[in-house]
């Protein structure tokens, strides 16, 4: 089981902020040559999942703790890092 410190996120559900990796066993494909697309880049926020990090903790919530992953509306503001996509095409940005 993840480990954590209780917390409220920016949608105000109650969540854990991870002590561990929140994405292994994941499959992303890095995409590097979209990261100097910056037109493909903004058409790929409305569609994406955001992995809400604060300082080096990411942001779980559930029983058992998951991975937060919001939709794009609800991230919170800050800088974006642009981190794949998923078999299903799914851009991740954190």
Avoid: K, N
Avoid at 68 to 85: E, K, N, T
């Amino acid at each position: 089981m993840t480990e954590g410190t209780d917390r409220t996120d920016s949608a105000g559900r109650d969540c854990q902020v991870s002590d561990s990796p929140a994405m292994v066993g994941q499959t992303i494909d890095r995409v590097a040559h979209r990261r100097v697309e910056p037109e493909w880049l903004a058409d790929a926020w409305p569609r994406c999942r955001v992995v809400v990090i604060d300082g080096d903790r990411t942001l779980v919530g559930g029983d058992p703790p998951r991975l937060v992953l919001a939709p794009p509306d609800q991230a919170p503001d800050g800088d974006r890092m642009f981190l794949g996509v998923d078999a299903d095409d799914t851009p991740y940005f954190a």
